[in-house]
């Protein structure tokens, strides 16, 4: 399983989409409210499995009446869209921790107890959703401010930022580098790939 998500990892590095104004002060206060579900924007990578996958594409939604994006990182394109078919989802909207992140744009931690804790695991951080991970990470994971995220065991892997992989240093395998997004320090590490089959 590993693997799959090391490959995964790859590819949201090359899909990225929303293009947001990087000049925009940040503002960690949080509220908890609603999001909608349209989704207007969407990574296209094919994604098997059944709901609750806990992975797949990552999502945009849309406010139709303010025209502001809500740019998600935790719950997948696959997982809405059923969570709506099957039923579990019948209104407009679901819960969520929302951070402004700019002129008509928020990034979303859905919350929504009515989606299984499945669906809710997958953590996308990159480009404009990653200026948020440190603060929902500590949400999360109840992290007090005294430990750095890379200290914490459940939180290690959002708390690094991997930015260079190579595929020829090891053969068979891609190694990652990258670095606390707190404190700093580096990390290196070496995942097997998976053969094709
Ligand atoms: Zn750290």
Request: net charge negative.
């Amino acid at each position: 399983m590993k693997e799959t998500k090391t490959l995964w990892d790859a590819v949201v590095e090359l899909t990225t989409g929303v293009i947001v104004d990087l000049d925009a002060p940040l503002n960690d206060e949080m509220v908890s409210g609603q999001i909608p579900v349209s989704i207007c924007s969407a990574s296209l990578v094919g994604v098997g499995g059944t709901y609750p996958r806990g992975h797949g594409n990552y999502i945009s939604t849309r406010c139709n009446k303010t025209g502001t994006i809500y740019s998600i990182v935790n719950l997948s394109y696959e997982d809405l869209t059923d969570a709506i078919r099957l039923g579990v989802i019948t209104d407009d909207t679901i819960e969520a921790d929302i951070y402004d992140a700019g002129d008509k744009l928020k990034v979303a931690f859905v919350t929504d107890k009515r989606l299984p804790a499945k669906c809710l695991e997958p953590e996308w951080w990159y480009n404009e959703r990653s200026q948020f991970r440190s603060a929902i990470t500590r949400k999360k994971y109840n992290i007090s401010e005294d430990i750095c995220l890379c200290e914490h065991p459940a939180a290690v892997s959002a708390a690094v930022h991997f930015g260079r992989y190579n595929y020829n240093e090891v053969p068979g395998s891609v190694v990652k580098y990258g670095k606390c997004i707190e404190c700093q320090k580096e990390y290196r590490t070496v995942h097997t790939l998976q053969k094709d089959n």
